[in-house]
């Protein structure tokens, strides 16, 4: 299979790669705490979508979620919230709990109270302890949480509701959630991967087929005192070598997840970093690129 390939970026939708027909369905519209902008058949449709499961998932809004934080159980919960656990649980397995549901009550303590853009001044004292994933059980009829457990489906639960409704849109398509891509394309497709300090982008040539894209960062949500990844190791913030990561991956899922762990662990070995192509950005801006041999290459 062709891989994607990293260059200079002129302004996207110029030249050779540009992506799925225009004359195509559009919606550009508000949601997942980001702009969203979906190209294809079916755009109508995912758009109605994705607006139902983010007022099931969300924690900013009564939902499905907050009940089930506000309880810490669930009965009889919708097959949507079920799934989404579901999966964001397999990744915190998949990510030795690297990556897990249970970081809400240390996001609280950070600061990440409200919604977006409204963080607040972090909590004084040692934060919560993050709660051991391992404790929460889900069936189809129940879901029960640990004692003090609350979950944020984050970025997880992003590109899962991404991925769902892409599954909505017919023949060529994109769909782009704040910068996370998924595409489907005879073609290929650029996408400009805005630099962390504002410096010249980089631009992604996706080759022609099913692609995703997912970027995760600590500098775009945060503020003096904190930002939005919290390290379940510290329950903190997470102190991180990057600033900002890049996984292209066929699934966004897969992508997110890799993204994150760039972040937290760039230099421990994962069959999942081995799996995607990974870009990160560090502290001076520099660019780096993961080689086949696990070390970090600039670009």
Known sequence: MQAPMFAPSPPFGRGPHAGPDPELEERSFRALGTEVRVLGRGADRAEVEMRRLESLLTRFQPSALTALNERGAATRPPAELVSALRHALSVAEETGGLVTPLVLPALRWAGYRDAWPAPAWPSRGAPPEVADWRGVSVSDDAIRLPDGAEVDLGGTGKSWIAERCFELLEGEALLDAGGDVISRSVGAVAIDLAHPFGEEPLQVVLPPGRWALATSGVLARAWRGGHHLIDPRTARPADTRFVQATAVHPDLRR???????????????SPLLDAAIVVTFDRSGAGWRLGEDGDWRRL
């Open 255 to 269: 992508a997110e997840v890799t993204a994150k762990l760039a972040l937290l662990t760039p230099d421990r070995t």
